[in-house]
């Protein structure tokens, strides 16, 4: 970390920014005002911890399992605004929430504010930033694919006035970290009854929730096609480690890793 806004979060937040070693996947999708933004951001609350678990990319954390999938998310957690987030009902609602949290004096400033997803503040989107930095290029695609056919969905709900699923902020938070301990080897709290269900079955259902936010038929195909391709493989942190349990070693998995990215 570099510069003055830098020097003042370390010295406000101590060893969880100095440990802050985490890389983010976040992704935009235009809103056509703050009123839309919000609105989807009501509606995305329940969906966005099958991101992280298709996702899931970060089992290690200095040399050792965590036995975490997405171990990042638990490190990113530290932070005070991280995580889950309330309804927030209309944009004016939105824009006191950031300025209650602000005079509350303890994130320096609203770029700290971490929700799972935002409005962007120097763009005019909603920002997802919940996801892991996925391993595989394509499974990235596939993600940001799904972070735009969720927001697409969730906005035509607005304008048809499909009420908001009023699940507490407790659940969402029970939600997604299930889903960063298992990613897609366990169950995984459903997004409309919360209760736990196989994984495979949860994302079948987020593609059933999108089935109407695709471009055309040709996306559907290919991100529906590149999400039963994650599930078939596994994410990620499954072949971080099936790489650490074939070679016993770090070097073998950050090995495995560069060849990876290079191919992708």
């Known amino acids: 970390m570099a510069g003055d806004r830098y020097d003042r979060m370390r010295e406000r937040f101590g060893l969880t920014a100095a440990e802050q070693l985490t890389c983010g996947f976040h992704v935009h999708v235009s809103v056509t005002s703050p009123d839309e933004g919000v609105a ?5 609350r329940p969906w966005l911890p099958v991101l992280l678990a298709l996702s899931a990319n970060s089992p290690f954390w200095q040399g050792e ?27 004016v609602r939105y824009a006191q929430t950031l300025a209650e949290m602000l ?30 930095v996925c391993l595989l290029p394509g499974d990235a695609a596939v993600v940001a694919v799904l972070v735009r056919a969720l927001v697409e969905t969730a ?50 259902a987020l593609l059933r929730h999108v089935r109407d936010g695709w471009a055309d038929e040709g996306e559907r195909a290919e ?31 950050l090995a495995d890793l560069a060849d990876a990215t290079v191919d992708g």
Do not use: K, N
């Open 40 to 44: 989807v951001l009501d509606r995305l």
């Open 223 to 253: 991100a529906e096609g590149g999400v039963r391709d994650i599930l078939r493989r596994g994410t990620g942190a499954a072949r971080q480690r099936r790489v650490m349990a074939r070679a016993g070693s770090c070097e073998a998995v």
């Open 103 to 132: 005079a509350a004096e303890v994130t320096l400033d609203a770029g700290m504010v971490y929700f799972d997803a935002r409005l962007s503040a120097h763009a005019p989107t909603v920002e997802t930033r919940i996801a892991d």
């Open 155 to 204: 906005a035509a709900e607005w304008r048809a006035g499909v009420p908001v699923d009023p699940v507490p902020t407790s659940m969402l938070r029970l939600a997604s970290w299930r889903a960063s301990r298992s990613g897609l080897e366990d169950d995984l709290l459903h997004p409309v009854t919360h209760r736990p269900c196989p994984a495979a079955d949860v994302v079948e």
């Open 65 to 91: 399992d965590t036995a975490f999938a997405s171990y990042r998310y638990q490190a990113w957690g530290r932070w005070p605004s991280a995580g889950a987030y309330d309804v927030h009902e209309s944009a």
